[in-house]
């Protein structure tokens, strides 16, 4: 009797002590699950800008039958805005005796938002002063977009990475001026640092006024002008069709080939090609 007695007062305290656990756990379980039903949104990452910094070849192509002007400029970026070099080159049909520019009278500039692009570019033309707005996107380094100018002109347009000039070029070239009955040829050398700025030099051959230049310059996009202030000379150079076209012009006070001026081409040369 005893021990059924004992048994008996036993199971009032399990049932006790049971119910305070589940009581205890139901509490527990509702403040963990009133943590998890707290959610933060996620954050979206921000956009971000293309990147319009480095030499750069602009073609514009007319859709009213006004041809394709070339475009060349170094572009450097702050932000979401760029601008172009002090020394950009506008050309007309990439025709060397129709480019404007190179004296700090154009410079592009322009902005960027996500991966579109706006530009604008004023410069001098037959016409009149032309002011052109481009609107476009941009795919990695290249951009593309339609523009519109202030002379009535529309169409399309392209641009694309040019590469820095370093190594040597070879060629010929002749006198426009003077023509020789054999073209001189000639060997330019140059490099080119981080600011788009040339060193280099010229050997030439066959020439009867001058055998070597002393060169220094900027890059233009693919483009380069040169100068050598001793044998007082210019050479200005557009990119072709895998090659250079560039023309010359001395000075007509330069101590040899005095006013002489003309036209030549030049590819790239590897190092073991001499």
């Not at 007319?62 to 979401?80: K, M, R, V």
């Not at 002011?131 to 996107?137: C, H, P, S």
């Amino acid at each position: 009797m005893q021990n059924s007695h004992t048994l008996g007062r036993s199971r009032p305290s399990t049932r006790k002590f049971s119910t305070k656990k589940i009581l205890l756990f139901a509490s527990l379980a509702a403040g963990c699950g009133g943590g998890y039903l707290k959610t933060s949104t996620p954050m979206t990452p921000a956009t971000q800008n293309a990147s319009v910094t480095g030499q750069y070849n602009l073609v514009l192509t007319s859709t009213n039958g006004h041809g394709t002007t070339n475009i060349y400029t170094d572009f450097t970026q702050a932000g979401t805005t760029f601008t172009g070099a002090a020394n950009t080159l506008v050309c007309p049909s990439n025709d060397l005796s129709q480019c404007k520019g190179n004296d700090a009278s154009i410079t592009p500039s322009g902005t960027v938002s996500g991966a579109n692009v706006t530009m604008m570019i004023s410069f001098p033309s037959t016409a009149g002063a032309d002011t052109v707005t481009m609107a476009g996107t941009a795919t990695g380094t290249n951009l593309a977009g339609t523009y519109t100018d202030s002379l009535g002109d529309a169409g399309t347009w392209a641009a694309s990475i040019a590469s820095p000039f370093s190594g040597t070029f070879s060629g010929t070239f002749n006198s426009t001026s003077n023509p020789l009955p054999i073209d001189p040829t000639i060997l330019f050398t140059l490099s080119q640092d981080a600011s788009f700025n040339l060193t280099g030099s010229a050997t030439i051959m066959n020439s009867p006024c001058i055998s070597s230049l002393t060169l220094s310059g900027r890059a233009i996009g693919g483009a380069f002008s040169l100068t050598d202030a001793g044998n007082e000379a210019v050479i200005t150079a557009l990119p072709g069709v895998n090659s250079l076209n560039f023309s010359y012009n001395f000075k007509p006070t330069a101590a040899n080939c005095a006013g002489d001026v003309g036209r030549g081409t030049v590819t790239t040369k590897g190092p073991f090609d001499y």
